[in-house]
Each structure stands twice: as structure tokens, then as C-alpha cells.
């Protein structure tokens, strides 16, 4: 490994590049999975650009599809409806957490204006 990283980056990232299309092309034969490959690495480039943290992206991708399942999970168990996750303790507790947590930085992004106006 420490000798890839003696490799020119113009190399290495050129032949990282052949290497993915010629995989996506393999995999099934279609072009789709070429342009789904120069979408999504347009689009890893705008969020590089444009300075957005990767990680939060990588965990909604690998946890999204266990949310997805929990979720239906306990829509299941309590017949469609919502209130379960208002009316139970932890649910309402964990639920309180995360609309403090998204809320706090907007607060104090309205009172820091406030107090420059």
C-alpha cells in the first residue's frame, strides 16, 4: 500500500476511472449502469465542490435501508397508526432529542441575526 501512494494522482485517479466504468459495464452489459456511474460521480463532485460532509450521505445510504425496515416493522405492530411514536416514553423522548437538536442551530443562527440587526 505505501508504494500506491508513490503513484502520480493524475495516474492513479485515471486508472481508479477505467477500472469503475469497465465494472459498470460488466456487471450487467447495460449502458444505465455507466450513466448511473457519471451521475453519481457528478454528483460526488458538486458535494466535494461545494464543501458537503460526506459521512452524513455514507450513513443515511448504509442505515437507511434498517430505518426503512423498522419503521414498517412498527407500523405493523400498531395497525398504521402514527401516535406510537408520540405516545410511548422512549419513542417521545428520542423524538424530542432530535427535533432539539435540529432546532437549536436555527435558533441560534435567529437570535445571532437579531442581535447584529
Known amino acids: ?5 508513490k503513484i502520480p494522482k493524475a495516474f492513479l485517479v485515471t486508472g481508479v476511472t477505467g477500472i ?14 455507466v450513466y448511473l456511474l457519471i451521475f453519481f460521480g457528478a454528483m460526488g463532485y458538486l458535494l466535494r465542490r461545494y464543501e458537503f460532509p460526506e459521512a452524513p450521505l ?24 402514527w401516535s406510537i411514536f408520540f405516545t410511548r416514553p422512549i419513542s ?21 441575526r437579531a442581535r447584529r440587526a
Request: charged share 10%; aromatic share 10%.
Open 58 to 81: 455514507i450513513l443515511a445510504m448504509v442505515l437507511g435501508f434498517m430505518i426503512e425496515t423498522s419503521l414498517r416493522r412498527s407500523m405493523i405492530l400498531s395497525d398504521g397508526d
Open 92 to 112: 417521545a423522548t428520542i423524538l424530542l432529542i432530535s427535533f432539539a437538536s435540529m432546532g437549536y442551530p436555527i435558533w441560534k443562527a435567529v437570535a445571532s
Open 20 to 33: 469503475a466504468f469497465m465494472a459498470a459495464l460488466t456487471i450487467t452489459g447495460l449502458m444505465f449502469d
Open 1 to 5: 500500500m505505501a508504494h500506491v501512494m
